[in-house]
C-alpha cells in the first residue's frame, strides 16, 4: 500500500464530465489498495476569467482582494469532486489551502509557502478517507487568503507529497509528460521518460509551462520525486527526479519557448561606474530579465533589457523617473520580443552548442536580438511573429524529433 498525491490541473477538472473521470480515477487507485491525497485546480479559465473581471472593475485591483477572489476557482472543484466520489461510495473530504494548514508568507498573489501543518489530513489517511486539497492557495501568518502564483497548484502537490511523506507525487494534465519542446508548437516534439530536475526546473523557467518552476524547484531542494502524466489514459508519462542515467549525455534536452516579453531601451546613459546600480534599483520589485549594453560614441551607453509584458509601463516609468534624478537619458518601450531557450547538462561538457543553436536560426532566417547563456542554458530574444519557425527549426538541429536523440 502507497501514499499517493495526485495532482489534477485545470483542463482534468475542466467540466463536470471531466471532474466525474478525476473522481473514478481516484477510486481506482483506491480499489488497488492505495491512499490517496487529491489537489485540484480550478476549472481550466476560470482563474483568468476572474482576473478579467477584477481589471474590468479596476485595472489595478487589490492584491489581498484577489487572493480572496482567485481561491474561489479551486474550491469549487474541491467540493464537486468530493461530490463525485461521494457518488461512487468513496469517503472524501475537501480542504481548503487554510484547513490543510498551508501556511504562506504575506506576499499576495505570489506567497512562498513556509510550512504545512496539514490539519486533520493524516488522520484521515489513516482512516482510508479521501482528501482533496485546494490547491494554488494558503493562509498567510496573519491569517489572510493567500495565492501562490499561476500554476501554483504544482506547489501545492510537491509541498504536500513532502509533508506527507508521500511515496509518489503524480501530476495529471493535458498531455502525456514533458515534451523537447510544446506539442501544440512542435508536432514531432518526442515525449521525455526521465528528467533530472535541474533541467525541468531550467526548463520550467524558461517556458515549458506544464509544471511551475517554483514548484520544480522545491521539489529539487526536498527530493520529491514526481511524474507527469495524462488524465486522459494510462500512459506512463515523464519521471522528474533528482539523477537520471546519462544525464549529462544530450547536450540539449528541451527548447522552450515564453511569449509575452517587452524589450525597453535606456539610450544615451553616461558611461560611468553607478549608472546601471541606479537604473535596477529603481526596477527593485520588477523581474528583468535579459539585459545587455553597448558602449555607443562619445562615451555614451544603451541598456535594453526584457520585462513581462504586463510589467512594461510599471518598468518604464521606474526607469524614466530615474533617468530625470540622473540628468541624463531617455528611456523607450521598443517592442515586444519572444525568448527562445535551449536547455542541456551536457553543454556543460560539449562545445558548439551555441553555433549550433545560432545556425539553425539563422538558416530559418531568424535575427536574434540579444542572448544570454548559463552553464545548462542558452536564450535568444527573436521577433514574436517567428516563435514557432525558430523553436522548430532549433528543435530539428539538435534532432530532438528523434527518438533517442542522436546529437
Ligand atoms: P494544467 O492545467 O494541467 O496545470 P497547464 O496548462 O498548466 O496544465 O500545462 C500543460 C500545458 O503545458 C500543455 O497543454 C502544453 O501546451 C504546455 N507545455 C508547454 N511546454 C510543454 C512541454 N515541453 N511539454 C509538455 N507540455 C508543454
Ligand atoms: N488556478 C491557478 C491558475 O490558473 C492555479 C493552477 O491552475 O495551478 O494559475
Ligand atoms: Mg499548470
Redesign the pocket.
Known amino acids: 500500500m502507497a501514499l499517493i498525491v495526485q495532482k489534477?490541473?485545470?483542463?482534468?477538472v475542466a467540466d463536470i464530465e471531466r471532474i466525474n473521470n478525476v473522481a473514478k480515477r481516484v477510486k481506482a487507485t483506491r480499489d488497488e489498495g492505495h491512499q490517496v491525497v487529491v489537489v485540484v485546480?480550478a476549472r481550466?479559465g476560470v482563474t483568468n476569467a476572474l482576473v478579467t473581471r477584477a481589471k474590468t472593475l479596476n485595472s489595478k485591483p487589490d492584491e489581498r482582494e484577489m487572493d480572496l477572489l482567485l481561491s474561489v476557482g479551486e474550491q469549487e472543484t474541491i467540493a464537486l469532486t468530493t461530490i463525485a466520489l461521494h457518488a461512487l461510495g468513496v469517503p472524501a473530504v475537501s480542504r481548503t489551502g487554510a484547513q490543510a494548514g498551508i501556511r504562506t508568507d504575506y506576499s499576495h498573489t505570489k506567497a512562498r509557502i513556509l510550512d504545512i501543518h496539514g490539519g486533520d489530513i493524516p488522520e484521515h489517511i489513516r482512516n482510508n478517507t479521501v482528501v482533496i486539497v485546494a490547491g494554488f492557495q494558503g493562509i498567510s501568518t496573519e491569517g489572510q487568503i493567500t495565492t501562490l502564483g499561476r500554476?501554483g497548484?504544482?506547489l501545492s502537490a510537491i509541498a504536500l507529497a513532502k509533508v506527507l511523506q508521500a511515496d509518489l507525487c503524480q501530476i495529471?494534465?493535458?498531455?502525456e509528460?514533458?515534451?523537447?519542446?510544446?506539442?501544440?508548437i512542435v508536432h514531432d516534439?518526442q515525449k521525455i521518460d526521465a528528467i533530472c530536475t535541474e533541467e525541468m526546473h531550467e526548463?520550467a523557467s524558461v517556458?515549458?509551462?506544464?509544471m511551475q518552476a517554483r514548484a520544480v524547484e522545491l521539489a529539487g531542494k526536498y527530493n520529491v520525486p514526481f511524474e507527469v502524466r495524462s488524465s486522459f489514459n494510462n500512459n506512463p508519462g515523464t519521471l522528474v527526479k533528482a539523477d537520471i542515467p546519462g544525464m549529462e549525455d544530450v547536450l540539449v534536452r528541451?527548447v522552450?519557448v515564453a511569449k509575452n516579453q517587452t524589450k525597453i531601451t535606456a539610450k544615451e546613459l553616461p558611461d560611468v561606474p553607478g549608472v546601471a546600480t541606479v537604473l535596477f534599483k529603481a526596477l527593485e520589485d520588477v523581474m528583468v530579465d535579459m539585459i545587455i549594453q553597448n558602449t555607443g560614441a562619445e562615451g555614451r551607453a544603451n541598456l535594453t533589457f526584457t520585462v513581462a509584458k504586463e510589467d512594461a509601463s510599471k518598468a518604464h516609468a521606474k526607469v524614466t523617473e530615474a533617468l530625470e534624478v540622473l540628468g541624463s537619458g531617455t528611456a523607450e518601450i521598443t517592442g515586444d520580443v519572444a525568448k527562445v531557450s535551449v536547455v542541456g547538462l551536457g553543454m556543460q561538457s560539449h562545445a558548439g552548442v551555441a553555433a549550433r543553436f545560432f545556425e539553425a536560426l539563422s538558416q530559418a532566417n531568424v535575427n536574434i536580438d540579444m542572448i544570454t547563456t548559463s552553464e545548462i542554458k542558452i536564450s535568444v530574444a527573436i521577433d514574436p511573429t517567428q516563435t514557432n519557425d525558430a523553436v522548430q527549426a532549433v528543435h530539428n538541429a539538435f534532432n530532438l524529433n528523434e527518438s533517442p536523440h542522436v546529437q
Open positions: 489534477y490541473g485545470g483542463t482534468s485546480s481550466s500554476g497548484s504544482d495529471y494534465t493535458d498531455v509528460g514533458v515534451f523537447s519542446a510544446d506539442p501544440r516534439a526548463l517556458g515549458f509551462k506544464v528541451g522552450a
